[in-house]
């Protein structure tokens, strides 16, 4: 199935080869490592070396900070798991794991030493998940953008799934989940879309503007510019993908999906006008693009 828009923006491929570059001249100064090739994952693991050995440093840490220039592949060659969009990392941190820093309000895991994979049945549930993403046009997307995933908390269909990134280890992405790879494609492609998305601004150079404030229909606020974007774009990801999907399910996932489809068009309704408006920010015209087509096609729906 082809893709709604094309995840393939070329500044966000520059973007990975120059930050990997000036990544590892900060952490290999007298001998940068080879790329691996794939330049998506290497910039997703070049940012949890970065992170890992800041926070040794500055912890006085030096068998830890000696590890992680030691190792710029965060020593992921044992924790691969293979998708349909090539080898992941699928972790499940227990949340304690997931400490809260002065560098972010926000949890998150870095890729450490002691990181082990995920059981075999999170494994197979997360390569399900990137596979029903893959056949819904959705891989280029995940390819990029959810190199590494980390499965937090069961839940049952219906409750109330967290997810979320941080823009210091983009190509991360860490997830709730209720057992079902449709229901977490549908996650991993709303948080990559973070992702993309974050990046996409970076490598065009676009700065939005904090003074612009848009009513968010999904935090009943208003909010800025930047955030308001982010959800006009995430959301919609999942909408088309959930409609691209919704025939092919049944029984309590197909209500829980329908429910969430009908939740998802009256919310996005409402942002209409103030969605032209915020993007006559956006610079750069790719960009602008790709978020308006996105958009349109969500409201079709």
């Known amino acids: 199935m082809d893709a709604p828009v094309d995840f393939a923006f070329p500044p966000i491929y520059r973007l990975h080869r120059s930050r990997i570059a000036k990544i590892y ?3 290999h100064p007298t001998a940068p490592p080879q790329l691996a090739g794939d330049a998506a994952f290497d910039y997703a693991l070049a940012h949890h070396v970065l992170e890992g050995a800041e926070t040794a440093a500055r912890s006085h840490d030096a068998e830890l900070f000696d590890w992680y220039t030691a190792n710029p592949d965060a020593a992921s060659a044992d924790k691969l798991t293979p998708t ?7 972790l499940s941190p227990a949340l304690t794991d997931l ?3 002065p560098i972010s309000e926000t949890p998150y895991y870095v890729l450490r030493p002691e990181t082990t994979q995920a059981p075999l049945n999170l494994r197979s549930l997360a390569a399900s998940a990137y596979a029903t993403a893959t056949g819904n046009g959705f891989a280029d997307l995940l390819a990029a953008h959810a190199v590494v995933l980390c499965l937090l908390r069961t839940k049952q269909l219906g409750d109330t799934l967290d997810s979320w990134t941080i823009t210091r280890l983009p190509g991360t992405v860490f997830l709730d989940h209720v ?3 449709v229901v977490l494609a549908r996650d991993l492609i709303h948080e990559a879309g973070h992702n993309w998305l974050n990046d996409a601004l970076a490598a065009t150079s676009c700065k939005i503007s904090d003074d612009a ?3 968010s229909p999904w935090k009943q606020t208003d909010r800025p510019a ?3 974007l982010h959800a006009c774009w995430a959301f919609p990801l999942t909408m088309i993908y959930t409609a691209r ?3 092919r399910t049944s029984g309590d996932l197909h209500r829980c999906l329908t429910a969430y489809l009908d939740q998802q068009r009256t919310l996005l309704a409402g942002t209409t006008d103030d969605h032209a408006r915020a993007l006559q920010l956006i610079t750069n015209d ?3 693009a790709r978020l308006h087509a996105v958009h349109q096609q969500a409201l079709a729906l």
Request: proline fraction near 11%.
């Open 25 to 27: 001249n900060v952490t």
């Open 84 to 90: 349909a969009v090539g080898p992941r990392i699928v």
């Open 99 to 101: 400490p809260r820093s």
């Open 179 to 181: 057992g079902d790879p």
């Open 213 to 215: 404030h848009f009513y």
């Open 226 to 228: 930047f955030g308001f």
């Open 245 to 247: 999907v919704l025939d």
């Open 286 to 288: 790719g960009l602008r």
